[in-house]
């Protein structure tokens, strides 16, 4: 029998409560990696949306630690912009297609309704199966240039947390 998102929501959840730190999350990485190779889980879960429909679905969101499980399904290319997830955390996981992506060093934190200064630190590529946490105040961003699906987990489900404005220098 394969992976199934109840089993990968008990995963998370138990890590979470182990271990609400870092060392907690990156165990999640290796949970988000099994799920991302399950060809039954990625069939299921990141089917192709409908034209006009939004990429970001939430599959699952946790009654008791807010976490969610978001499943993307994005059909063409995309340069997103250097962001952080504001006060929560975000777990990226590559189930099909390559993405391109790119750490960010703050140079100059923002203050006053300034934006947060940021320089390009690192640039890797993600592919199926890859799991990659940004914590709280990581800043980066993805690059698509084909069709591409992951799985990401969030702390919060973030479209109910506020996020920094970033601005690459």
């Not at 199934?4 to 730190?21: F, H, S």
């Amino acid at each position: 029998m394969g992976y199934t998102l109840t089993q990968l929501a008990a995963d998370i959840g138990e890590a979470l409560k182990k271990d609400g730190g870092r060392a907690g999350k990156e165990r999640i990485c290796t949970y988000v990696s099994r799920s991302l190779t399950d060809k039954a889980f990625v069939a299921t879960h990141l089917r192709e949306r409908a034209p006009g429909a939004h990429p970001r679905e939430v599959l699952y969101e946790d009654p008791e630690l807010g976490f969610c499980i978001c499943g993307h399904v994005y059909a063409g290319p995309a340069d997103g912009a250097p962001h952080d997830h504001g006060s929560s955390w975000a777990i990226y996981g590559q189930a099909t297609g390559i993405t391109e992506m790119t750490d960010w060093r703050i140079v100059k934190k923002g203050k006053d309704g300034e934006p947060t200064l940021v320089e390009p630190a690192k640039t890797y590529l993600m592919q199926p199966g890859d799991a990659h946490l940004y914590d709280v105040g990581d800043v980066h961003s993805p690059k698509r240039t084909a069709p591409v699906t992951l799985i990401r987990i969030e702390g919060q489900n973030l479209d109910r947390v506020q996020r920094s404005s970033i601005k690459a220098r």
